[in-house]
């Protein structure tokens, strides 16, 4: 042979070499998808600091999510170092809506998780503030052992693994996972407990015809132990006013049987609630799956207009009836997806959207009565804290939970063509994504927000981000100004704190906690 057909001979053993470990390690679903072409991501991505000084887009250019957010997730979740070195790089005086968190002169002591390893087991305890279900004494009533938990994401949205790795992971950090209005699958008991989530399909609890059945809706309650609440979605932010929409591309012979529908045809959920038809009649609803679970009954919604919240919180001031929970999406948010016209005009981002739904129960002075849960881009610190300051008791992230268990925002997510495994049901792309390892990189980010959450709270003086008020965030725009947060959203000096009981809880819950 010729030094030339050497040369080739051990480049050609090479690549199999490198293509047998691809395809038989569990760490990288893009390598075990795609072997040896997908080193070519990870090169790309080593020297992208340096390509981006002179081409392409800047560290805080990309949406929906920048590549310092990814990055952040990226680290937190596989527990190396997620610290920014030389200063910000974000344009502060000339951007607009720029939040400030103010930190007080002698803040509170508290060590930061930072650093490598697994996970680490009972850190950056943040309970809830309020406990879930005891103003309208429902017999199964908890407090949230985390005020940070997973988004509702359905099966069939997300692949079976994914649903999987999420499930552990809320085992591993203590969080709720949220079902999704896909249904209560075998996919979600995996030792995690659950919000069950039913939209306008009823998925898992409907008759043939698509209304809602009481008893199959019982009979799922009796068994699924780990089920703790009960979410009734009216609509969510990457689709408000459309209803749900899975494409056929999407459905397997699994997720037909489990929803109740015919294969090859988009399943669409309509865009009202056949069980009900107001903000009265949902009540009675609530009420009758409170009944007959004895759990915790809440709603989800992004917000349009504003009716439908004044009605339920004058409706609920009779005390008769009510909400245990309300979790308000925005517009810039949900996991699915959606026509362009509605994933970017309509509802309200969080921001705006939830403000003015905590204005109408806290007018009614009905806001203690109601456990406040955010959604919409609060899966980071420094939005999550406004949140809490907003009246929030709790955040669920979604999205940014995709991006732990690997995701890379390839935004394929409606193709069935995903290339890491967490929005498909492909047999070859989803056998990349491991949930034995995915659901430790779930946990450990989830842990690393609550404990950056914890960090900033103790900055700002707070031993719990829900006691940190407006007055420690301003907000800068492009003019050398700056306006305090309170200002921004018209708050009353006493909304957005928990009650002078639950403070007191708080504060005692907190002093017992594990240290962080």
């Known amino acids: 042979m010729a030094w030339w057909e050497w040369v080739l001979a051990v480049l050609g053993g090479v690549l199999v070499l490198v293509a047998v470990?691809?395809?038989?390690?569990?760490?990288?679903?893009?390598?075990?998808?795609?072997?040896?072409?997908?080193?070519?991501?990870?090169?790309?991505?080593?020297?992208?600091?340096?390509?981006?000084?002179?081409?392409?887009?800047?560290?805080?250019?990309?949406?929906?999510?920048?590549?310092?957010?990814?990055?952040?997730?990226?680290?937190?979740?596989?527990?190396?170092?997620?610290?920014?070195?030389?200063?910000?790089?974000?344009?502060?005086?000339?951007?607009?809506?720029?939040?400030?968190?103010?930190?007080?002169?002698?803040?509170?002591?508290?060590?930061?998780?930072?650093?490598?390893?697994?996970?680490?087991?009972?850190?950056?305890?943040?309970?809830?503030a309020k406990v879930l279900g005891a103003p309208r004494g429902r017999p199964n009533a908890f407090r949230m052992r985390s005020a940070v938990n997973i988004s509702g994401m359905s099966y069939g949205s997300l692949s079976s693994v994914a649903v999987e790795a999420l499930n552990k992971g809320a085992a591993l950090a203590g969080t709720l996972q949220a079902t999704g209005e896909g249904g209560l699958t075998r996919h979600h008991r995996h030792g995690g407990e659950l919000i069950w989530q039913i939209g306008t399909g009823y998925f898992?609890?409907?008759?043939?015809?698509?209304?809602?059945?009481?008893?199959?809706?019982?009979?799922?309650?009796?068994?699924?132990?780990?089920?703790?609440?009960?979410?009734?979605?009216?609509?969510?932010?990457?689709?408000?006013?459309?209803?749900?929409?899975?494409?056929?591309?999407?459905?397997?012979?699994?997720?037909?049987?489990?929803?109740?529908?015919?294969?090859?045809?988009?399943?669409?959920?309509?865009?009202?609630?056949?069980?009900?038809?107001?903000?009265?009649?949902?009540?009675?609803?609530?009420?009758?799956?409170?009944?007959?679970?004895?759990l915790p009954i809440g709603i989800k919604s992004a917000v349009g207009e504003l009716k439908v919240f004044s009605d339920l919180a004058q409706l609920m001031g009779r005390g008769d009836r009510g909400i245990d929970f309300i979790t308000i999406d925005g517009g810039e948010g949900g996991t699915g997806a959606g026509p362009l016209a509605f994933v970017d005009h309509v509802a309200l981002p969080f921001k705006i959207g939830f403000s003015r739904v905590y204005r109408c129960f806290a007018e009614a002075g009905m806001e203690h009565n109601i456990v406040f849960v955010g959604a919409g881009k609060l899966g980071f610190p420094e939005t999550a804290l406004l949140a809490f300051a907003l009246g929030c008791d709790a955040v669920n992230v979604g999205r940014e939970a995709m991006l732990s268990i690997g995701c890379i925002q390839a935004q394929r997510c409606h193709t069935g063509r995903c290339p890491t495994g967490v929005t498909t049901n492909s047999p070859w792309l989803k056998r990349g994504l491991d949930?034995?390892?995915?659901?430790?990189?779930?946990?450990?980010?989830?842990?690393?927000?609550?404990?950056?959450?914890?960090?900033?709270?103790?900055?700002?003086?707070?031993?719990?981000?829900?006691?940190?008020?407006?007055?420690?965030?301003?907000?800068?725009?492009?003019?050398?100004?700056?306006?305090?947060?309170?200002?921004?959203?018209?708050?009353?000096?006493?909304?957005?704190?928990?009650?002078?009981?639950?403070?007191?809880?708080?504060?005692?819950?907190?002093?017992?906690?594990?240290?962080?």
């Open 204 to 294: 898992g609890c409907r008759n043939s015809d698509g209304t809602f059945s009481l008893e199959r809706f019982t009979d799922v309650v009796a068994a699924t132990p780990q089920l703790r609440a009960i979410e009734v979605k009216l609509s969510q932010g990457s689709k408000a006013g459309l209803g749900g929409v899975l494409p056929a591309a999407k459905i397997t012979q699994e997720i037909a049987e489990i929803r109740g529908i015919p294969l090859g045809v988009d399943c669409i959920s309509p865009p009202s609630h056949s069980a009900f038809h107001d903000a009265d009649s949902m009540l009675d609803f609530v009420e009758q799956l409170a009944q007959v679970s004895g």
């Open 435 to 516: 949930p034995a390892l995915k659901s430790v990189q779930c946990a450990n980010y989830l842990v690393q927000l609550r404990d950056e959450l914890l960090q900033l709270s103790r900055a700002c003086g707070r031993v719990h981000p829900a006691l940190v008020t407006l007055e420690s965030i301003e907000v800068l725009d492009d003019r050398f100004g700056a306006r305090p947060a309170r200002d921004v959203f018209a708050y009353e000096p006493e909304w957005g704190v928990p009650s002078p009981t639950d403070r007191a809880a708080l504060s005692t819950l907190m002093e017992s906690a594990p240290p962080a």
């Open 21 to 128: 470990y691809d395809v038989t390690q569990r760490r990288h679903a893009i390598l075990k998808n795609f072997p040896v072409i997908g080193h070519f991501r990870y090169l790309l991505e080593a020297v992208g600091p340096e390509l981006r000084q002179y081409i392409v887009t800047s560290n805080d250019a990309d949406k929906p999510f920048t590549r310092d957010q990814r990055r952040w997730v990226y680290t937190s979740a596989r527990r190396v170092n997620n610290y920014f070195g030389f200063g910000t790089d974000n344009d502060i005086e000339g951007s607009s809506n720029y939040l400030i968190v103010k930190h007080v002169a002698f803040p509170l002591a508290g060590t930061p998780v930072h650093g490598t390893g697994a996970l680490l087991a009972d850190v950056a305890s943040l309970p809830c």
